[in-house]
C-alpha cells in the first residue's frame, strides 16, 4: 500500500496527501450535491434529492385520500379491493397515488396491474376488470369525524380496449 | 484548516471499521432479502410504469426486468458475503456498493423514492476506502477515521436536510401546526398511534420536537464524547417511537448512526463480561491453559 506506512513514532497507520485529497473531494461533492438537492432538487435526484419524509403540511381540517384498487375476477364478478403491494402487482400503494393522472388519462395502465398479478400469482383467479377508487377521511382539527367520501377514478375491462 | 484536518482524519482504531463493516455487510443481504424487496417486484411490473431519476438518465439504466433484479439481488448478497469476510476490502466492497445503489435505483424509479436510503449509498461508498481492517488490529488509522467521519457527517446531514425540507415543501413553519404526523398515523398507525391520535395535542407537540431537533442536529460533533454517545441514545429512541406508532424504521441510517459509538471497547466490554460470567476469558482461548501437575 503505497498511501498509507507506519511511521516510526507511534503504531498509527497515516495517510499520504493524495489520499487525503481524494478523500476529501468525494465527500465535499457528496455534500455539495445533498445540500443542492434539497435547495432546488427534487425526488429524480436521488440519492441526492430533499430529504422530505412527512415535510408536507396536511391542513388540520379536510380530508386524507387513500387510493385503492378493486377487481372483478373470473371467480367473482363483484368489486373486491385488493392489496396494493409489490408481491401481487409488481407495485405498491405510493407507486400507483404516484401515477393517478396517468391511470386517469390511460385506463389501460390498470390492465397491466392484472399481467403482472396473473404472473406473480398463477394460482388465483384472472382479473377481469379493474377499477382505480379514491376514499377520503375527513378530519376535523386533527381528528377523524367518521365521514367517508369514496369516487371511482379509472377503469379497465378485459378485451374492451381503453374505455372507462 | 490544519483543525478541520485533523477532525477529518482523526485516527481511529481499525478494529471499529473492522466490526462497523461486518454489522454493514450483513445487514445489505437482510435488506434485499427481507427488510425492502419492492426493486425485486419491479421485474414483474409493466415497462410503462418506470419513471427513469436523473442518475438513471445519466448512465443509460433500462427499466427493471427479472433477470436484471435477479442479478443485483443475489449479487448484492454475494459482494456483501465476500465484503463480511474483511477480504477484498476495497473490491468487494465496492462491487457490493453498486449492485446496492443500482438495486434501490430500480425500486425507486417507478415513482416511489423512499426518503430514508440515499445515505446508505455513502455508507457503502465510503467503507471500502478505510481498507484492510482486522477485528484485533489494535493500532488507529486515518484511512478508518476519515470512513467513519464521512458516514456520520452523511447520516447527521439527513436529520438537518430532513428539517429544512419541511420548511421548503410545508410552507414554511405552517409545518409545525400542520396535520402531518396525525395524517401519516392515519394512514399507517399502529394501535399504539391510534391511542395518540385520540390526543392530537401529543402528535402537535411531537412536531415541534422533531424539527427542532433535526434543525440542531449538527451539534452532535462539538459536544463532548460522553453528550454525543447520549444524543446518539436519543436519536435511536426516536426512532423506536417512530416505529412503535407509525410503523417505520429507516434501517440503513440505523445501521450508519453505529458509526459513531466505540463499537471495539463495547465488543471488549462483551467479551469481558461473557469471560467473568461463564469463568473463561474468550480472549485466552488461543493461549496454552496451564495444567496443574497431578502427577505424582
Known sequence: ????????????????????????????????????????????????????????ATKPTGAVSVMSVEVQTTASRSWTAVGLNPPSIGLNRAEIEGQVPQIVHDPSRLGTLAESHAELRPDSPRWTDVRLVRRSTVIENGRPTGQLRMQVLAVWHRGQGNKP | MRHVRAWLFVPTPLARIALLRILVYAFVPLDVLVLHTSGFYHGWADPVWYKPMIAGQLLHLPPASVLLVELLKWGCVATALLALTGRFPRLAGWACAICWIWYQYIAFAYGKVDHDRGDFVFALVLLPTAGMAHLKDGRRSEAAGFALRGIQIVAIFTYFLSSWAKLRFGHGFEWLDSATVARAVIRRGTPVGELFLQIPWSLHVMQYVMFFAELTSPVIFFVPERMRRLLVGAWYLFHLSVLLTIDIAFWPHLVMMLAFLPLEEYRDRFVGFVGRRFGRAPDVVDEPVMVPDRSP
Do not use: E, K, Y
Not at chain 1, 473531494?25 to 457528496?30: Q, T
Open chain 1, 1 to 56: 500500500m503505497t498511501a498509507s506506512q507506519l511511521t516510526p513514532d507511534t503504531d498509527d497507520v497515516r495517510l499520504g496527501g493524495a489520499s487525503r485529497v481524494w478523500r476529501a473531494v468525494v465527500l465535499i461533492v457528496a455534500c455539495a450535491l445533498f445540500v443542492g438537492g434539497s435547495l432546488v432538487g427534487d425526488d429524480p435526484w436521488w440519492p441526492f434529492g430533499p430529504w422530505r419524509m412527512f415535510a408536507t
